[in-house]
């Protein structure tokens, strides 16, 4: 992970407002879209605005882990679902694309699926389909559920 030089904390407010932004993109791009998959847990909240905003029914998740703290590691699958098929018609809705290692993953099992994320890296950028905003590789995103333990 690159050695990170700035916390940028992100309010419910703001996830939410940005959300919304997300959906109405994916509204007028992609009616197709008729699943939606979030990767858990980041992907939770932006999915759930988003479900609600395309009136999408069918919602699941795909449960990965690949960060541990602010440590990354390979990535360690916990609910295998929605891995047959190649991902036509699939959203997949994340938080943050950091490194792009998990839409990698993903889209190496459903490469047809449509990977978008609220949030974006440089060395996430050319893995995903559709992103809100940008943010140096250098930031760390502090999202309102993370709780400190």
Not at 4 to 15: E, G, M, P, Y
Not at 53 to 58: E, G, I, M, Y
Not at 64 to 76: A, V
Not at 102 to 107: D, E, F, L, P
Request: glycine fraction near 4%; charge should be neutral; charged fraction near 20%.
């Amino acid at each position: 992970m690159t050695d990170v030089t700035t916390t940028i904390d992100l309010s419910w407010d703001l996830i939410h407002k940005h959300s919304i932004e997300l959906a109405s993109r994916l509204l007028i791009r992609n009616p197709e879209l008729t699943q939606l998959v979030a990767i858990s847990r980041g992907g939770l909240v932006p999915a759930a605005i988003v479900a609600q905003a395309k009136k999408l029914l069918f919602v699941d998740t795909l449960c990965l882990q690949s960060y541990e703290g602010r440590t990354q590691k390979d990535h360690i699958l916990i609910k295998p679902t929605l891995l047959s098929g190649d991902g036509q018609n699939v959203l997949i809705i994340d938080d943050l694309a950091d490194t792009g290692e998990t839409a990698i993953w993903v889209k190496k099992r459903m490469p047809k699926a449509f990977y978008a994320t609220l949030y974006c890296k440089p060395a996430g950028l050319p893995h995903v389909d559709l992103y809100m905003y940008a943010y140096p590789q250098t930031a760390w995103l502090k999202f309102p559920w993370e709780c400190e333990t």
